[in-house]
């Protein structure tokens, strides 16, 4: 059974920082693209960013790029994601996804594809 586990959400002062994790069981990672959305209250689930299986190919939505950075460890199981100067409208919980896919080159992760999800962790960045 695939197992998605998020950690790292909480609270934060806008420019701040969080780091997430996204702990995976039950499946190789090496044979996925990973990927985090973000879902605010009232709004839809939206893609944030995504990596390749190997960790050479990533991809940002317009919003975080420049401000997150997504990596993984693939011996670790866990990807990760650093979240740098944070917004109030960064505010949201956050989501692990993971993919079948080996595509050498990552594009957006879309929700329609992802395979399995995480539980999701609560973000809130105060103004």
């Known amino acids: 059974q695939v197992r998605l586990r998020e950690s790292g959400g909480g609270l934060v002062q806008a420019g701040g920082s969080l780091r997430l994790s996204c702990a995976a069981s039950?499946?190789?990672?090496?044979?996925?693209?990973m990927g985090w959305f973000r879902q605010a209250p009232g709004k839809e689930r939206e893609f944030a960013a995504a990596?390749?299986?190997?960790?050479?190919?990533?991809r940002y939505a317009d919003s975080v790029k420049g401000r997150f950075t997504i990596s993984r460890d693939n011996a670790k199981n866990t990807v990760y994601l650093q979240m740098n100067s944070l917004k109030p409208e960064d505010t949201a919980v956050y989501y692990c996804a993971a993919q079948r896919t080996t595509a050498p080159v990552m594009g957006t992760m879309r929700t329609g594809l992802v395979d399995s999800w995480g539980q999701g962790t609560q973000v809130t960045v105060s103004s």
């Open positions: 990596v390749n299986w190997s960790g050479f190919s990533t």
């Open positions: 039950g499946l190789t990672l090496s044979g996925y693209a």
